[in-house]
């Protein structure tokens, strides 16, 4: 089955800082999510993004399907964004979450 | 009302003894899930549902069985619990491949 990776694990960032986090997938798909969990647990829904670039706000994201990888950037970080992000890749009935990217805003 | 809504938030439970979690959702959506996620390992699907006749197995169905008593809701059981499904649980609901809502997660102990 599909592989899905994430990196880096873990990052710490300064508020005000950029990131960029990372999804590498293995096979082809026609499905890519991106969801934020808070310190509370609880999931949102940020980007569905099989292709191309969209924004919200301070964060976007961009996929780029035939070199099978996904990135989410993070615009002047704010503590609020700290949390555990996941992508979610696959195709229709096999959709994998990958191992999320746990990041830690410090004020 | 919360959009899903999960029962129970937190549950201590033996091993061996039957355990339903439960979920309701009021999106008006075809499809729901069931998860579970442990530490270091992110999310991984148990049963999926894209309409009350459809069940399908997820990537770890092993212990697990569910049934979708109607459009809104979709139980999940552990028939005989044992200590390593010990997790947090998921459901969640979607109006097809994607925009996922999800519960506030039920965590499960097993002793």
């Known amino acids: 089955g599909i592989q899905v990776e994430q990196s880096p694990p873990d990052l710490i960032l300064q508020e005000g800082a950029n990131s960029t986090l990372r999804c590498n997938f293995s096979?082809?798909?026609?499905?890519l999510q991106w969801f934020h969990q808070n310190p509370w647990g609880q999931l949102i829904n940020l980007f569905y993004?099989?292709?191309g670039t969209k924004q919200n706000g301070r964060l976007s994201a961009t996929t780029v399907a035939t070199e099978r990888y996904s990135l989410l950037y993070i615009s002047s970080s704010q503590t609020t964004d700290s949390g555990v992000y996941f992508c979610?890749?696959?195709?229709?009935?096999?959709?994998?979450f990958g191992k999320g990217t746990k990041l830690s805003v410090k004020p | 009302d919360a959009d899903v809504t999960q029962t129970p938030r937190n549950r201590i439970t033996k091993t061996g003894k039957r355990i339903m979690l439960e979920c309701s959702q009021t999106?008006?959506?075809?499809?729901m899930y069931w998860y579970r996620q442990d530490p270091g390992l992110g999310l991984r699907l148990i049963y999926y549902?894209?309409?009350?006749?459809?069940?399908n197995k997820g990537e770890i169905s092993d212990g697990y069985s569910v049934s979708r008593q109607a459009q809104a809701k979709f139980s999940l059981s552990l028939e005989s619990a044992i200590p390593n499904q010990t997790a947090l649980y998921f459901c969640?609901?979607?109006?097809?491949?994607?925009?996922?809502?999800f519960g506030s997660g039920t965590r499960l102990t097993v002793v």
């Open positions: 549902s894209f309409d009350v006749k459809d069940i």
């Open positions: 096979d082809s798909v026609n499905n």
């Open positions: 979610l890749t696959g195709s229709q009935g096999n959709l994998i």
């Open positions: 969640a609901t979607s109006p097809g491949d994607y925009g996922y809502t």
């Open positions: 999106k008006g959506h075809d499809r």
């Open positions: 993004i099989p292709s």
